[in-house]
Every structure is written in structure tokens, then in C-alpha cells.
């Protein structure tokens, strides 16, 4: 296995020694993080949800069932919510503990040692461990994904790669935009019957940038002055009741951090991805928060330097998807 450099700091979870990391109440941590970051118990409209012990239903209680009842090939689950900092410091742990081979593929993902990147305003600079984990690439996501059982949003019937500019089937290109958008339904998950959003729709859900103060001159301070405060932090991992969409159970499709989805140009390190659901770093431009966007795209690899501020870095997460039961 590659010397995987995994530089973070779990508050009272991880102590470094000597270089090396000392696993602290790991139990508790995995019983805390168990459920995919929220406790939320609602039914999607597309079937069934998993019973309490995970052993029942289509789908883990931790994500929703997209289905359709007139085409057997929408029939997946997808995260309620999205990686949570904790839930993404447990995979880190247990890749350093030698549990876990994370998997990547190649060519894509050859020469990524580093599953999160470091900075001042990624999770290693940041306390809170229930926020939406940031600063990963898409290898980063691939391998938390395949940790879980799961794997990045891919293309519809197979949830495997999407071309990045088709042809596609139909009006509806990946199980990512078929989630937020209930099949074509909606421009933006929490509107209904394809409304157009104006401002203070999206400051419901599109949270304040949290590696920076919230400035009277940001566009994002101006329209979602509810929203965004100088408290400097996403929302609640488990999403606000507003956010809730397109399937019940289902939050944070946009807003919050990007999700990296399994949609490139091509197959090597350099290849641009496409990033989906806006974010905090859409400077307040909710042009990108429509379900349907794909122009969001980054570097597979996020080989910056550990003291580069680039704002990229900062807003991309992950939220995965599988096949159903």
C-alpha cells in the first residue's frame, strides 16, 4: 500500500506521536457517525426506506431510495446528506491504522497520496466535526465512496461514468440531477413544478462561505443576509427543513459544499469533473443551483501546493450514491 499522508487533526479523536496517530474512543466515534450524518426518518416518494437495523428495505437508513415505478432502470439510493468532517475523519483513521486499502482507480486517480487536503480553512483548520467535509478531490470522494459500500452519482441504469457532453437518454443525464430534480420535475430541489428560484429562495440553503467573514461587499452577504453571518460556518449537517428536496429525506442538494460526481473528459490525473449543487464558493452567483448545471468543473487531483488558499479546494464534498437492494 502507498505511504498515505493523512495530516489532520480529530480534536480528541487523533493524537500524533512521532509521526504516527493514535486511535482515541474510535467506537464511539463510528456509533456518533453511524446514519450518514442525520437522524432524519421520512420515506422517499420514489419507495421504501431501510428499517432500523439497515437490514430492511431498498436502500441503508442513511440515504434515500430514487425509483420510478414506469422505468425499472431509476431504481438506486442516494445519501440523505453529505459527508460529514467526522465521518470522514473515521475513513481517514482507519486507512492509517492499515484496516483500509483505499480504492482508486488508474490511470485516473495514480500518484494521489493525500485523501483531504490541507489548509487553513479545511477541516484540519476547523472544530466542528459535524459539518460537511471539504477540501477533497475527486479521487478523494471515489475512495470514501468505495470505503462506504458506495460509489460517486454516476450514469443512470449502470451508476457507472458519464461522458461529460453526451449523448444522452432522454432529458435526464445522471442519477445526481435525477435525485435534485425528482426526475425533471424541478429546477431546484425545494421548489416544486419547475419554478424559477429568485434570492431569498436560495438563501434558505445557500450557507455563508466558512473559510472567510462574511463581507457587507460579498453578493452572497447582501441576498442572504438571514443566511449568511459572521460566524463564518456552513449549515447543520443534517440539513434545514428547507432544504429538503427533491425526494422527502433528501437535503443540501445545493448550497453548502459542491459534490463531486462520476462525470470527466477523460481518464488521467488532469482530467476536469464536474462538480455539482453549487456551493458556498458560488459567491453568491446561484446561477448554479439549478439541478441541471454541470458547468462547475475541476481537477480530478487537487495537486496545489499545502499553502495554496486557491477557494476552489474549499468548497467540494461528497454525497455518494449506490445500487439498490
Known sequence: MASWRTPIVLGLALVGVAGQACLVEIRDLRAVADGGGGTGTTTSAGGDMAGAGGDEGP?????????????????????RFE???????????????????????????DGNERLRQVGNFCPDGLNDADLAVNCVDWCDAYAYCA????????AIGTGGPVPMNGPFPGSITDEWEYACSEGGRRN????ADNVTPDADDICSCHFPRHWEPCHPDATECAMCEGASSSNNA????????SCEGGYPGLFNMVGNVGEWTNRCDGEGPDALCVTRGGSVGSGGDYEYDDC????????RQDNLADDDNTQWRFYLGIRCCKDAN
Request: negative net charge; proline residues 14%.
Open 188 to 191: 431546484v430541489p425545494y421548489l
Open 59 to 79: 436502500c441503508p437508513p442513511d440515504m434515500v431510495h430514487v425509483s420510478d415505478p414506469d422505468d425499472g432502470l431509476i431504481d438506486y439510493c442516494i445519501d
Open 292 to 299: 441541471n448545471r454541470k458547468g462547475r468543473q475541476q481537477p
Open 83 to 109: 459527508t460529514t468532517t467526522r465521518e470522514h475523519d473515521i475513513f481517514l483513521l482507519e486507512v492509517q491504522a492499515g484496516n483500509v486499502t483505499p480504492e482508486q482507480p488508474s490511470p485516473a486517480c
Open 147 to 154: 470505503y462506504k459500500g458506495k460509489r460517486l452519482c454516476g
Open 234 to 241: 456552513p449549515g447543520p449537517s443534517d440539513g434545514y427543513p
